[in-house]
């Protein structure tokens, strides 16, 4: 109000005043946050928006996983803290040992691909103009220094700025391709009256496939003595709290899945030797506690699914990695065509050498790649599912260790091939078979109690008595004969009673009437 009314007595003043004021308001609203924005964390991959685990970065600094390599030049080293346990798993400057966060200022060297806090680049680097690298002391130039993350200007982590986002490109999933093709896939949930509906169409259009698929009611799963769970389907109490579930008033019990029902059974270890162009591997794999990874190395050593593949990568002191049949490092698949979760155990971990393990792109990600370390690594626990161990060859093992391998990508430079694998001892087949053979004689048990109850409700059946006419008494044989008090056999006769005032009433008596009263008397009779 004061600038204002100064205004009024000084034009001048106004005007100055006015541009101040204009200056000011665009000011404010280039400072006001875009509504839009959308913050990509600086350990996530700007593809696949998930979290990196090997990542690689453009000379712009842009961060992408290994995995999308065509998109990528220089490898970006992800150091862990292992001199201070506060920093384990946590990316840190190895310089200054600051933990990096969104709000860090996060250089890397192209040279090297070795990663700094800027500030320890500023201070040891740029300031002393002593362009080497702080880990390898290699030579660099200052124009070899790539920022990855600036917090003064994240105008690159915005998610909603990225091409592939704003245009909806996504990396077609084969599995949810085909499952797509189910017309039912899309069709998440339908009520009763919907299905009536669907039923009603069916029926007028007998030849569309779309509308039979719809209506497949889901498979009821037969249940028996050992796949039967102590709890119930749910159907029942659901159907009566839901009007999207057709009803039902039968409790039925809920069917354990097969693979837990037949590792049950698996009480034993599996063998496997691996024969490699460096010497042969003995493996021992921990089927009776890790049984899903176990069943999955196993069924693909049968099928030859590892025969003539290569160990694409190896890292001394550390693991040599294989099971990709394209040995690429992207590729494989799982016995069962998808992937498989994982399976931790606190009493198997990466401690020794000769651990073998499963590889995987992040957590519930494991297909066929596995890799065998060559010393303890113990900050992969939890994150990688430890399944066997190298019982013997460990002559072979460290032959493949000794091969060099190319220090951008690990490749060894000398091939490692895996020429074939024998399968000693399997013990899922000992699994399957013992239930076989358990349902089997369930099957008979029951087939005789079937039998049994069957023969018994016949014989009681026969057992009734015979009815020799309807109504009341309908089981007592009136031609049947009965004795007297003497032995004597006697047949009944209707008789008109004579010893009473009416003579109307008709019994059914005996030919033999009583001398005293010349009544009838059936107290003496004994009915056979």
């Known amino acids: 109000v004061y600038f204002w009314s100064m205004a009024i007595h000084s034009f001048p003043f106004s005007f100055f005043f006015l541009l101040l004021t204009l200056s000011a308001i665009f000011l404010l609203s280039a400072e006001i946050p875009q509504a839009n924005f959308r913050r ?3 350990d996530h991959c700007s593809l696949s928006l998930q979290p990196f685990e090997y990542p690689m970065c453009t000379p712009e600094g842009v961060v992408f996983d290994l995995i999308f390599d065509w998109y990528c030049i220089y490898y970006v080293y992800g150091i862990y803290g292992i001199a201070n346990p506060a920093l384990i798993w946590k990316y840190h400057c190895p310089v200054l040992y600051t933990v990096f966060t969104n709000n860090s200022h996060i250089v890397a060297n192209k040279v090297t691909g070795n990663v700094f806090s800027h500030e320890a680049v500023e201070q040891l680097n740029i300031k002393t103009k002593s362009y080497k690298d702080l880990l390898t002391d290699e030579p660099f130039t200052r124009q070899d220094i790539i920022t990855l993350q600036d917090p003064t200007n994240l105008d690159k982590f915005n998610v909603s700025d990225f091409f592939h986002v704003k245009n909806n490109l996504k990396v077609l999933d084969p599995d949810e391709e ?68 057709a009803p039902a008033t039968i409790h039925e019990a809920d069917a354990i899945a097969d693979d837990a029902v037949r590792y049950q059974y698996v009480k034993k ?24 990874a176990g069943e999955n190395f196993i069924k693909l050593c049968k099928k030859g699914y590892y025969d003539g593949t290569i160990f694409h990568r190896s890292i001394r002191n550390f693991m040599i990695q294989g099971g990709d049949p394209t040995g690429t490092g992207t590729g494989g698949e799982s016995c069962w065509g998808k992937p498989f979760k994982d399976e931790f155990k606190p009493n198997l971990s990466h401690t020794g050498r000769g651990v073998l393990s499963m590889a995987n792109s992040g957590p519930d990600t494991n297909k066929s790649q596995f890799f065998i370390t060559f010393r303890s690594c113990t900050y992969l626990d939890r994150k990688h599912t430890v399944f066997g161990r190298v019982v013997g060859g460990f002559e072979a093992l460290t032959a493949m260790e000794n091969v060099e391998s190319d220090p951008k990508t690990d490749r060894p430079k000398a091939e490692i091939k895996l020429i074939s694998t024998t399968v000693f001892v399997d013990p899922y087949e000992e699994a399957d078979a013992q239930i076989a053979a358990e349902r089997e004689k369930e099957a008979q048990k029951l087939k005789e109690e079937r039998a049994q109850s069957s023969a018994s409700l016949s014989k009681a059946k026969s057992d009734q008595p015979k009815a020799y006419r309807a109504g009341v008494g309908k089981y007592i044989n009136m031609a049947a004969t009965c004795v007297d008090r003497n032995g004597k056999f006697i047949v009944f006769k209707r008789v008109t009673h004579t010893g009473v005032k009416s003579t109307s009433h008709s019994y059914w008596g005996l030919k033999y009437f009583c001398k005293s009263c010349r009544s009838i008397n059936f107290s003496f009779l004994l009915f056979k």
């Open 40 to 42: 990509l964390p600086f």
């Open 178 to 245: 085909k499952a797509k093709q189910d017309p039912a896939y899309h069709l998440k949930s339908t009520n009763l009256e919907t299905r009536e509906t669907l039923a009603e169409l069916y029926k007028e259009y007998k030849g569309d496939e779309l509308l039979a698929s719809t209506m497949k009611e889901p498979e009821a799963k037969k249940t028996d003595k050992l796949n039967a769970a102590h709890y119930s389907t749910g159907r029942v109490s659901a159907s009566f709290t839901s009007t999207a579930m």
């Open 269 to 292: 270890k599996g063998y496997v030797r691996l024969h490699t162009n460096k010497g042969d591997l003995n493996l021992e794999l921990h089927c009776d506690k890790i049984p899903k």
